[in-house]
């Protein structure tokens, strides 16, 4: 057997986005708006940039569709040094939500969204259906807004177009700057879940940006927390940087509630229930809901457990607890 | 002999001149238009020279109309030709300053959304900066059309086309027949005139500002 044992090659290839000790000084600044950073985002990972205002989320975005120009460091994506391939044709198969949304407003929302298919050579056709199918998916009737002009909607429905128009030639990449920052909490949440749900169908890699530590835990793979002095206090999935917060300025910025926040993360499934079903009756849930969720479910069934289909029960105790035991053991290690 | 009378006795070479004045005027702005774009495009990566060229263009304008044909005349001799190269130079000036501030006051997040799609700085002009700055522009040349055709007058001091002739004529021989019906007569005429461009530039407007504009 030929097994090749070269570590890193593996891995090398699944690598989407390298940032390889990146920084940026701006002209006259005295100091650097990003620090150097080194991050390798894999193929179909989900990154949040998240930090307070003026913490260069903005800047390192930028600098991926090479907006900015680094001042230090080297970007790689796909496998090719970013700065070394024509700008033009980098950015068009990168999605770019700008944070300003930016439509452009002599031109309707289906010439805005169909822009870059067109840029790209498609036919007529292909765009009107491919229009078509991103009002959808984005919650905008097509036939009615289809042929409006940006004044004409509301800074959360330009927003949604914004985001249309960047997944518009299906590109690999997504680098998305607060898209969802002039929307309301109901329909962000609604936003979100639909987000969530697309990219678990199409896997993308998405650099996403947002000051709000909710939505970056809710949606990252992994989250990149900075500071106001721009340094990289953490980088780890949601679980755990609720679990180990590196230092005092992430667990202030995550805010109270830690272990109940937790909770909107862990699976049902995840915690060890008690088999024998049928012995208690309680409401049925499956394994991959929420212990919050489900917490939610029972309570107001006013019942004090559930049933994980194929698991066995847990009680309210159980959930609350099992947490509480996790958090424990990750102190502890 | 009255005024009216004057006038529909000599309808004829009245419309002749007033035909002229107009195709002085539009020429002139014509020019004017394509130098303008061409300066204010080809200057933007050299913010100097278009400092100095709308500068320089600016100074022209305080040049009295009469010196400034009377200069040319040296050079270009009489007629058609100086009249128009007056008024070109003329009209440069709000045409460049509309044309500059307006490209550079085009939203930078539309300019930076149209750049993060992959549109080189070529379709950037073409797609996105120029349409979003033509009616700022389009001002620029109506001001620079209602300015020149009132210059445009001064031009027959030069011999050059237009209604001039008729103020020039008229007001040389004062006192006699009809002098006085003769230069009112032009006056009045480019009055129309200038209504006449501004209404058509009214409707240029309508027609050519991007409709998600205005909506
Ligand atoms: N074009 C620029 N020229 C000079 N300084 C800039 C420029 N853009 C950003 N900066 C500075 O760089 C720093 C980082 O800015 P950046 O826009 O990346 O922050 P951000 O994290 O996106 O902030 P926000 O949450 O407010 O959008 C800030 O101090 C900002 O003032
Ligand atoms: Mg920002």
């Given amino acids: 057997m030929s097994e090749q044992s070269t570590p890193g090659t593996g891995t090398r290839s699944d690598v989407m986005i390298s940032l390889r000790d990146v920084s940026k000084r701006y002209s006259g600044a005295d100091a650097e708006a990003v620090r150097p950073l080194s991050i390798d985002i894999e193929r179909g990972e989900f990154l949040v940039l998240v930090g307070p205002s003026g913490c260069g989320k903005t800047t390192t975005l930028r600098m991926i569709n090479r907006l900015v120009e680094p001042s230090g460091g080297e970007i790689w994506v796909d496998g090719k040094n970013a700065t070394r391939v024509d700008a033009d044709e980098l950015r068009r198969h990168i999605g770019y939500v700008i944070q300003q949304v930016g439509l452009l407003p002599h031109m309707t929302i289906g010439e805005n969204v169909g822009l870059v298919p067109k840029l790209l050579g498609w036919g007529k056709d292909r765009i009107r259906q491919r229009v078509t199918e991103l009002l959808d998916l984005v919650g905008l009737d097509p036939d009615t807004y289809r042929s409006r002009y940006p004044k004409q909607l509301s800074g959360g429905q330009q927003q949604r177009v914004g985001v249309a128009r960047a997944l518009a030639a299906d590109p690999p990449v997504m680098l998305m700057d607060e898209p969802f920052g002039a929307i309301d909490p109901i329909t962000r949440g609604h936003l979100q879940d639909e987000f969530l749900k697309l990219q678990a169908r199409i896997r993308k890699t998405i650099v996403f940006v947002t000051h709000d530590i909710d939505e970056a835990l809710r949606l990252g793979d992994r989250i990149a927390i900075f500071d106001e002095n721009a340094r990289l206090a953490q980088l780890a999935t949601p679980l755990e940087i609720l679990t180990n917060p590196a230092d005092d300025f992430v667990r202030s910025f995550i805010g109270d509630g830690a272990a109940l926040r937790r909770l909107a993360l862990l699976r049902v499934g995840d915690l060890p229930a008690v088999p024998g079903v049928g012995i208690r009756d309680g409401v049925e849930v499956e394994p991959d809901e929420t212990v919050s969720a489900v917490l939610e479910k029972v309570l107001a069934a006013g019942s004090d457990s559930a049933v994980v289909r194929g698991r066995g029960s847990l009680t309210v105790q159980d959930m609350l607890l099992a947490t509480a035991v996790r958090d424990e053991s990750a102190v502890a290690t | ?215």
């Fill in chain 2, 1 to 215: 002999m009255s005024f009216f009378d004057y006038v529909s006795a000599n309808s004829e070479i009245i419309g002749f001149l007033l035909l002229q004045h107009l195709q002085v005027v539009l020429l002139a702005v014509g020019f004017a238009t394509a130098i303008s774009l061409g300066v204010a495009i080809g200057t933007e990566r050299l913010p100097r020279v278009r400092a100095a060229l709308l500068a320089t263009s600016g100074t022209i304008l305080t040049i009295p109309s009469f010196a400034l044909f009377g200069l040319l005349i040296p050079v270009f001799g009489l007629g058609v030709a100086p009249t128009v190269l007056a008024l070109t130079v003329y009209a440069i000036f709000p045409i460049l300053r509309n044309t500059v501030t307006a490209l550079e006051t085009v939203d930078g997040a539309v300019i930076d959304a149209a750049t993060g799609m992959g549109m080189g700085s070529g379709r950037r002009l073409r797609i996105v900066r120029l349409p979003l700055a033509w009616p700022v522009i389009l001002n620029g040349i109506r001001v620079a059309t209602i300015m020149v055709v009132a210059i445009a007058a001064i031009g027959a001091a030069v011999r050059g086309p237009g209604l001039g002739e008729l103020i020039f004529r008229g007001l040389s021989r004062i006192g006699g027949a009809n002098a006085l019906n003769e230069a009112l007569s032009g006056v009045v005429a480019i009055v129309v005139v200038a209504l006449l461009l501004d209404v058509l530039f009214l409707l240029i407007g309508k027609l050519t500002t991007p409709r998600g504009l205005h909506v």
